[in-house]
């Protein structure tokens, strides 16, 4: 047995519990077996029959086997009989759940046919790393000036991002929180993208080898003291530190079936753990002293809460979504002006929507008696409250065309259109998670801290030697 038949074994064998234990309606039970039946047949498709690699199936599978199946099973499973809600307080109904389900299955046909329409119409062969620029020393050494002065005049917030209670409000704006995290932190990763594409396609040793090695290394450190565990969430993390794994070490996760593990066994399994863990109210040491504790909490309160929680709160926002509509109306694109303009500060545009999410919120807090408005929204939904159905339909297409694009930039052979794709593959848990406001716009200012910003330095210094040479 192949790992990817055996992977297909294991997915089918770990969701016969999580139906067989499902007590609710039968009209409910089967609208969500319809759905597993259509992701079980995409993962069919992606291991067995895909031939192009592509990280992004693979996170679009796990995405909605956990969000859109296993947590909202678990999570209607928990409910109480007297209080009736969601864990969003949104009211519980079968009617709901089933026209939910509904629009969720008609995003995953829609972006299904999509991307196999779009894919069939292109040739994706791995293309062979491009040569590097002669100039790639003088870029490298440029790049780690700008990353040291990056870090040393920003080291102050560092250390208040450290001191700050996760519950605090940043004292800087979002704005500037945007620059500085999403786009000038990510500039080491464009660069350390760049120093082991040099070193890559080098076999002899040299002085310049040397020289980039050192200042690979630098820039990683670097990378790593920016984006760090004490001043950033595990969702901004984790895009980063697996695309690293990807860039150093590609035979763990360079096939379909791999990346289909690899992102199984860290969301399915690794993430709740952790969320189960960080609810355990004993020290560090106290754990390590006694390690029995943690084997008596999991056996009472066991993994399966961690997906009761708000972290896997996107299938009742969705719901919640579609009751926003049902009293207020379709956005018809309104909404999407907050993701598209986010660039915009509010400060000139006064009338500047609020994302999808904080509006959903809101209507939960006014509606519901719920406690805050800031929560997840799923793509799904936000198609769904600009033009209802159409909506979802568009947006399923525009997903789909997007991942092709970037498809194509992850056999390019361009480090920088590499890494920055396979980043937006892991990215993608998030940006379906939503809401699509932050989404989008951490990922373009990370396009331009990766991308942008080090072929600009390479354009102007390659210009800049090219001409004196012309000159001379």
């Known amino acids: 047995m192949n790992l990817r038949t055996f992977l297909i074994f294991v997915y089918l064998v770990t969701s016969i ?16 077996f319809v759905n597993y039946l259509f992701i079980t047949a995409i993962t069919y498709y992606h291991l067995e029959v895909e031939k192009t690699y592509s990280p992004f199936l693979s996170a679009y599978i796990v995405f909605n086997f956990l969000f859109f199946i ?20 949104f009211p519980y109904s079968s009617n709901v759940v089933i026209y939910t389900n509904a629009v969720i299955l008609f995003f995953n046909i829609i972006f299904f046919l999509s991307y196999v329409h779009f ?9 062979l790393p491009k040569s590097p620029s002669p100039f790639t020393p003088i870029i490298a050494i440029t790049l780690v000036i700008i990353c040291a002065v990056i870090l040393i005049t920003n080291f102050g917030f560092l250390i208040n991002e450290i001191e700050r209670a996760n519950w605090m409000k940043p004292d800087t704006s979002v704005g500037s929180l945007l620059i500085r995290k999403k786009v000038l932190f990510l500039v080491p990763l464009g660069g350390v993208a760049i120093c082991f594409s040099y070193l890559r396609s080098k076999v002899k040793l040299s002085r310049n080898s040397i020289i980039i090695f ?24 984790g895009p980063i530190y697996i695309s690293l794994i990807y860039l150093f070490f590609p035979k763990i996760i360079n096939k379909n079936a791999k990346s289909f593990l690899f992102l199984f066994i860290s969301m399915i399994i690794a993430f709740p753990l952790i969320s189960a863990l960080t609810h355990l109210r004993i020290t560090f040491q106290e754990m390590i002293e006694h390690p029995e504790e943690i084997v008596e909490y999991l056996q009472k309160e066991g993994i399966l809460r961690a997906f009761s929680t708000l972290h896997y709160d996107a299938y009742a926002n969705i719901i919640a979504t579609v009751d926003y509509v049902k009293l207020n109306g379709l956005e018809y694109g309104h909404q999407l002006l907050s993701s598209l303009l986010f660039f915009i500060p509010r400060g000139i545009w006064e009338g500047k929507p609020y994302s999808t999410g904080q509006v959903v919120g809101d209507h939960l807090i006014e509606e519901y008696g719920f406690r ?8 799904v939904s936000e198609g769904y409250i600009n033009f209802g159905w159409v909506g979802v339909f ?59 910003i080090p072929k600009i330095i390479e354009k102007c210094i390659t210009f800049s030697f090219s001409k004196s040479k012309t000159s001379s």
């Open 394 to 452: 568009l947006m399923a297409i525009a997903l789909s065309f997007a991942i092709i694009k970037l498809m194509q930039w992850l056999n390019s052979g361009d480090a920088l259109k590499e890494i920055i794709s396979f980043y937006f593959a892991i990215h993608l848990l998030f940006l379906l998670r939503g809401d699509f406001t932050n989404g989008y716009a951490y990922f373009i200012g990370t396009l331009l801290g990766v991308v942008v």
């Open 70 to 89: 296993v947590a909202p099973i678990i999570q209607i499973n928990a409910i109480d009989p007297e209080v009736n809600t969601f864990i969003n307080f």
């Open 214 to 237: 050192g200042v690979m290394l630098i820039m990683l450190f670097i990378l790593l003291v920016l984006k760090n565990p004490l001043t950033e969430k595990r969702n901004a993390l």
């Open 17 to 32: 519990p999580l139906f067989l234990f499902f007590y609710t309606d039968i009209s409910v039970w089967l609208s969500f």
């Open 119 to 127: 894919k069939s119409k292109r040739v994706f062969i791995k293309a």
């Open 372 to 379: 805050f408005n800031n929560i997840s929204n799923p793509i």
